[in-house]
């Protein structure tokens, strides 16, 4: 978004004039904040895993990254929406570095999203660098174009999950990764 774009938003509203005391820098605060919420157009997934792949590990087991924060903005009413983003995955000798299973995620939340597809975005990227056994994704979110706008339903919260290898086709796997998570019984 450009300083003139936000202007002409403002000069749109109806009754609100930006060259009024309170809004002569809100063009430029806005171009700003887009500009950061959107950073996730120019970063590319494949290179945030690749920078932090170990190779050397014996590891093959589940691992899960629980409770990471997730900020976006929904595509149809761009409002935010925001919550939780829970990531597990079965690694077969190559693991990810932890940092980069938030950084993934933010580079697609940081689009115009739809949960829906922010699920399973995360869950595709995960999947096939490191040829893991099976990926899941949970993400928990809020959305306020449901609470302050149409059905204004304040306690609303929208789940979304992904499942891919072991993790959909395994009923014990599935069942420990949603247990861990707080998701599962």
Not at 30 to 56: C, H, N
């Amino acid at each position: 978004m450009t300083e003139e774009l936000a202007k002409q938003i403002i000069t749109s509203i109806p009754g609100e004039d930006p060259s009024r005391e309170g809004l002569v820098g809100t063009p430029r605060r806005m171009a700003e904040a887009w500009g950061s919420l959107m950073q996730g157009y120019r970063q590319d997934p494949a290179e945030i895993l690749a920078s932090a792949i170990f190779t050397d590990e014996s590891c093959d087991q589940m691992i899960i990254v629980k409770d990471i924060e997730l900020y976006s903005v929904c595509e149809h009413h761009m409002l935010p929406f925001f919550g939780k983003c829970h990531i597990g995955y079965i690694a077969r000798g190559r693991v990810y570095g932890v940092s980069k299973l938030a950084r993934l995620a933010d580079c697609f939340a940081r689009r115009l999203q739809l949960q829906e597809r922010l699920t399973q975005q995360i869950a595709s990227a995960l999947m096939g660098p490191i040829g893991a056994e099976g990926v899941g994704v949970v993400i928990e979110a809020r959305h306020l174009c449901m609470m302050m706008r149409g059905v204004t339903k304040q306690n609303s919260v929208m789940v979304t999950s992904a499942m891919l290898g072991s993790f959909r086709d395994d009923p014990a796997v599935r069942s420990e990764f949603l247990r861990l998570t707080g998701k599962g019984e």
